[in-house]
């Protein structure tokens, strides 16, 4: 029979220091500052070109105003480099679909852009595949 009161995965460990030590439950998962995997780290997580350390949302919100869109027919991707110069400013998207929204990206990859989506009250952690942005503009 199965005993309720005793834990399931019991540490020689006390509960808070497992709390601050994600590697405990995750160890495969390599350590954020480099070095040992199981070691403290050696120092701070790397940051890429063109990222900022403190890429959280905007403390504002967006301008007021919608601009006027770009038309950019024919193409069927936007070019990471190209949106890549909008980082950490206000910019307003145009996706397939006629959806429509002021964004804040934070980080640019290959084929993808994520940031902070405004909803009308506050700004949503988003990510998106660049080919469904129809056209964008950064203000």
Known sequence: MYDWN?????????YSQLETDKR????WFPNQGGGSAFGPPSSPPPIEPGQSPQAGPPS?????????QTQQIGTFAVDPGGIRGCL?????????????FWFYPT???RTSVAGYRWNGFRW????????????????
């Open 107 to 109: 980080f640019v990859g």
């Open 88 to 100: 950490f400013r206000f910019t307003y998207v145009w996706l397939d679909r006629f959806q429509q």
């Open 6 to 14: 005793r834990s399931c995965c019991e540490s020689s460990q006390p």
């Open 24 to 27: 405990f439950f995750f160890p």
């Open 60 to 68: 504002e919100p967006p301008p007021s105003f919608v601009p006027q």
């Open 124 to 139: 949503m952690y988003f990510g998106i595949d660049l080919n469904r942005i129809d056209s964008f503009t950064c203000v």
